[in-house]
């Protein structure tokens, strides 16, 4: 009897039966509800008893809500962290850039700043290598004999005298630095004019005939004197370090440290040469000029 009341799934009863007896059953409780406190008491009572079931019943769809959307920050997360690691490498790249053409900016103003000072340039080029000895004591320029440069001019930047060319390519010249075993500088003591020699070899620069009766301090600055037709005068070359007496010999042995930084300059000035007067051809009128005796 109670099947019969209570299945709707049973056969012969029609979907359309169901729907009116579902209908008649929720005003009924309806009505109940809204008159009699008890009705509500109960439903209160079926609904905290029937929490913890709806509770479990929602942890699936909750856990599955949370793993996908955990996932999916995770993901976000990762392809965020990776787009700003690319960012950064690239503004870390975008800062050394500048901060390099700030300082070959700063060493132009430096080289334009020398006509000040009374050099007469020629042409300013940029070291675009130092040789096939990334070491050795020779670098490379992007001016050459097409620029009006050549063998034997002085080669400067800002801080002093570098070297002079060696040799002159149409494009590309080279440069042979202080320390070149080759190099010969007429120097002077900027504090006491005293003339001698600066010579280059083995890397270093080096004092080698300064008489021992002449003043010769510490921190005393080495200039050009400007005694040949390649170098003008007042260039500061070197600067002393340390002098003590040589025994046996009546020369200073001095210790001496280059004024300029070959190594990280990038920009340098090519100093024209002088032309010496020819006073063999200026004294061949005067001389045949005098009268003879008779």
Same mark, same amino acid.
């Given at each position: 009897?109670?099947?019969?009341?209570?299945s709707?799934? !049973?056969r012969?009863?029609?979907?359309?039966?169901?729907?009116?007896?579902?209908?008649?059953?929720?005003?009924?409780?309806?009505?109940?509800?809204?008159?009699?406190? @008890?009705?509500?008491? &109960?439903?209160? /009572?079926?609904?905290? &008893?029937?929490?913890?079931?709806?509770?479990l019943?929602?942890?699936?769809?909750e856990?599955?809500? /949370?793993?996908?959307?955990?996932?999916?920050?995770?993901? +976000?997360?990762?392809?965020?962290?990776?787009?700003?690691?690319?960012?950064?490498?690239?503004?870390?790249?975008? &800062?050394?850039q @500048?901060?390099?053409?700030?300082?070959?900016?700063?060493d132009?103003?430096?080289?334009m700043?020398l006509?000040?000072?009374?050099?007469?340039?020629?042409? @300013?080029?940029?070291?675009?290598?130092?040789?096939?000895?990334?070491?050795?004591?020779?670098?490379?320029?992007?001016?050459?004999?097409?620029?009006?440069i050549?063998?034997?001019?002085?080669?400067?930047?800002?801080?002093?005298?570098?070297?002079?060319?060696?040799?002159?390519?149409p494009?590309? @010249?080279?440069?042979?630095?202080?320390?070149d075993?080759?190099?010969?500088?007429p120097?002077?003591?900027?504090?006491?004019?005293?003339?001698?020699?600066?010579?280059?070899?083995?890397?270093?620069?080096?004092?080698? +005939?300064f008489?021992?009766? &002449?003043?010769?301090? #510490?921190?005393?600055?080495?200039?050009?004197?400007?005694?040949?037709?390649?170098?003008p005068?007042?260039? #500061?070359?070197?600067?002393?370090? !340390?002098t003590?007496?040589?025994a046996?010999?009546?020369? +200073?042995?001095?210790q001496l440290?280059p004024?300029?930084?070959?190594?990280s300059?990038? /920009?340098?000035?090519?100093?024209?040469?002088?032309?010496?007067?020819?006073?063999?051809a200026?004294?061949? #009128?005067?001389?045949a000029?005098?009268?003879?005796?008779?």
């Amino acid at each position: 009897m109670s099947d019969q009341s209570l299945s709707f799934t !049973q056969r012969g009863i029609r979907p359309v039966n169901k729907l009116i007896c579902l209908s008649i059953l929720s005003i009924i409780l309806l009505m109940l509800d809204s008159r009699y406190s @008890a009705v509500q008491t &109960a439903r209160r /009572y079926v609904a905290t &008893a029937l929490f913890p079931l709806q509770w479990l019943a929602n942890q699936p769809l909750e856990w599955y809500e /949370y793993s996908s959307a955990m996932f999916q920050s995770q993901n +976000y997360l990762l392809k965020e962290n990776q787009r700003l690691m690319q960012e950064n490498t690239r503004l870390k790249l975008q &800062a050394q850039q @500048a901060e390099l053409r700030g300082k070959e900016l700063s060493d132009l103003k430096s080289l334009m700043s020398l006509q000040n000072h009374g050099l007469q340039i020629t042409t @300013a080029a940029e070291i675009i290598s130092n040789g096939k000895e990334p070491s050795g004591s020779r670098l490379i320029i992007n001016k050459g004999a097409n620029h009006n440069i050549r063998a034997g001019d002085a080669v400067v930047d800002d801080t002093g005298l570098i070297g002079q060319i060696n040799q002159v390519h149409p494009l590309s @010249a080279e440069i042979s630095l202080l320390t070149d075993s080759t190099s010969t500088i007429p120097v002077m003591v900027a504090r006491t004019g005293i003339r001698s020699l600066l010579y280059g070899g083995s890397g270093n620069i080096s004092l080698r +005939y300064f008489p021992t009766d &002449a003043d010769l301090q #510490p921190n005393d600055i080495l200039v050009t004197s400007g005694l040949d037709s390649i170098f003008p005068a007042g260039i #500061p070359v070197a600067r002393v370090i !340390q002098t003590s007496r040589n025994a046996g010999t009546p020369f +200073y042995r001095v210790q001496l440290e280059p004024l300029s930084d070959s190594r990280s300059s990038k /920009y340098v000035l090519i100093l024209p040469q002088t032309e010496l007067p020819n006073f063999q051809a200026a004294s061949t #009128p005067m001389a045949a000029s005098v009268p003879t005796q008779p």
